[in-house]
C-alpha cells in the first residue's frame, strides 16, 4: 500500500519544514546584520554555515520528510532516525553555531549553572546514555509513542542530553568543559560501549519486543503522531504489514543493527579527526614537548 494515502501533511510537513527555514533564515540574519547584539564577534565562517544548514536539512529531513512517517512503521527506520537525529545533528549544531552566539546563550545567569553542571563529561554520557536506554525498555516506548505530549517532551529532551554528550569534544569555548587530546577517543569510545547492551537486547530478542509495531491497535494509535485523526479515520488499516514484507522481528534486529552501524560510522570518522588533530599537534610541538620532558627529568633527578 503507497504511503500517499496518509496526506501531504504526514508526508512531508510543511508546516516544520517552514519552521527549518524559519530558523535558517534567522541564523543568517543575526550572524549577519545582529552582531553588535554580542561581544568579540567575527566573521561566520564557511564551514559554520555548512555545518548549520546541513543539521538544520537533516532535522527536517529526520523528522519531516517521508522517513517520520517510516519510524513509525518500520522500527528499523525508527532507529535510522534516531541514530541520525542524536548522532550527527547535534555535532553539527555545536560546529555551526558561532561561538560568540554560544557564548552569549550559555552565560545567561539561568542557563549557565545548569549548562556547566550538565556538561561535566561523565555525566554527560551517563545521562544520555541512560535516557537511550530507557526509551528502549518496551513498555517506556510503546507508552511515549501512543502519546503526542509524552512523545514530544521526551525526545526533546533526548536530544538535549545528546547535545550535552557532544558538548565537550566539540566546543571549541574558552572556560568550558573540553575533553582534550586522546582522551577524546576514550570518551567516545565509552559512549558507543554504554548504549551497546540496549542495542544488543533488541538484535538478540527472541520476539517482539514492541506492540507500536506488532499490535494493530497500538500501531494505529501511535500513527495519530505523525498523521492527522481525520486522515486516519477514513482508512481501513490493520497494521504496518500492510506497508512492508519485512516480518516483524527482523524488522526490529534490522533496527539495533542499524543503530550500531550508523553509530560505528559516525563515531569512526570522528576518532579518525581527532587522532590526526592529536597526531599533527604532537608533531607541530614535538620540540617544546622534548624540552618539558628533559625539564622534568632533571627536576626529578635534583630532587632524588
Same mark, same amino acid.
Given at each position: ?10 508526508? *512531508? /510537513? ?18 549577519? +546584520?545582529?552582531?553588535?547584539? !554580542? #561581544? ?7 564551514? #559554520?554555515?555548512?555545518? &548549520? ?6 532535522l527536517y529531513a529526520v523528522k519531516g520528510s517521508p522517513i517520520d512517517l517510516m519510524s513509525h512503521i518500520l522500527f528499523s527506520m525508527h532507529m535510522t ?5 542524536l548522532m550527527l545533528v547535534p555535532p553539527l549544531l555545536i560546529v555551526g553555531i558561532p561561538t560568540w552566539v554560544w557564548h552569549k546563550i550559555i552565560n ?6 545548569? !549548562? =556547566?553542571? $550538565? ?8 545521562? !544520555?546514555?541512560?535516557?537511550? /536506554? ?6 517506556? $516506548? ?9 512523545? @514530544?517532551? !521526551?525526545?526533546? &529532551?533526548? &536530544? ?6 557532544? *558538548? ?7 572556560? #568550558? ?6 582522551? +577524546? ?5 565509552? /559512549? ?8 544488543? $537486547? ?9 506492540? %507500536? ?10 500513527? #495519530?503522531?505523525?498523521?492527522?485523526? @481525520? %486522515?486516519? /479515520?477514513?482508512? %481501513?488499516?490493520?497494521?504496518?504489514? $500492510? &506497508? ?35 597526531? =599533527?599537534s604532537e608533531q607541530d610541538n614535538a620540540e617544546e614537548i622534548t624540552q618539558k620532558a628533559l625539564q622534568d627529568r632533571q627536576a626529578y633527578a635534583a630532587?632524588?
Open positions: 500500500m503507497p504511503l500517499s494515502i496518509f496526506g501531504f501533511q504526514a508526508l *512531508w /510537513s510543511p508546516f516544520f519544514l517552514l519552521l527549518t527555514l524559519v530558523v535558517i533564515g534567522l541564523y543568517f540574519y543575526i550572524t549577519s +546584520k545582529k552582531q553588535h547584539w !554580542f #561581544e568579540e564577534t567575527q566573521p561566520v565562517t564557511k564551514k #559554520e554555515i555548512t555545518a &548549520f544548514v546541513s543539521a538544520m536539512l537533516l532516525q534516531m541514530a541520525l537525529l545567561n545567569r539561568f542557563i549557565k549553572p545548569i !549548562f =556547566r553542571f $550538565l556538561t561535566k563529561p561523565l555525566l554527560a554520557l551517563i545521562v !544520555f546514555s541512560g535516557l537511550f /536506554s530507557i526509551y528502549h525498555i518496551p513498555l517506556i $516506548l510503546d507508552n511515549i509513542k501512543q502519546n503526542e505530549l509524552y512523545h @514530544s517532551v !521526551f525526545n526533546l &529532551f533526548l &536530544f538535549i542530553s545528546a547535545v550535552l554528550l557532544w *558538548w565537550p569534544i566539540m566546543n571549541k569555548l574558552k572556560g #568550558e568543559h573540553q575533553v582534550h587530546g586522546l582522551s +577524546k577517543i576514550g570518551y567516545i569510545i565509552g /559512549s558507543a560501549i554504554l548504549i551497546t547492551p540496549a542495542c544488543a $537486547l533488541i538484535i538478540f530478542a527472541s520476539q517482539p519486543m514492541y506492540a %507500536t509495531y506488532s499490535n494493530g491497535d497500538a500501531w494505529l494509535k501511535a500513527m #495519530e503522531l505523525c498523521v492527522p485523526t @481525520s %486522515t486516519l /479515520s477514513g482508512l %481501513t488499516l490493520s497494521g504496518p504489514e $500492510l &506497508f512492508t514484507n519485512m516480518p516483524v522481528m527482523e524488522d526490529q534486529q534490522l533496527g539495533g543493527v542499524i543503530m550500531k552501524i550508523i553509530q560505528e560510522i559516525i563515531y569512526g570518522v570522528i576518532l579518525a579527526i581527532v587522532f590526526f588533530q592529536w597526531y =599533527r630532587n632524588k
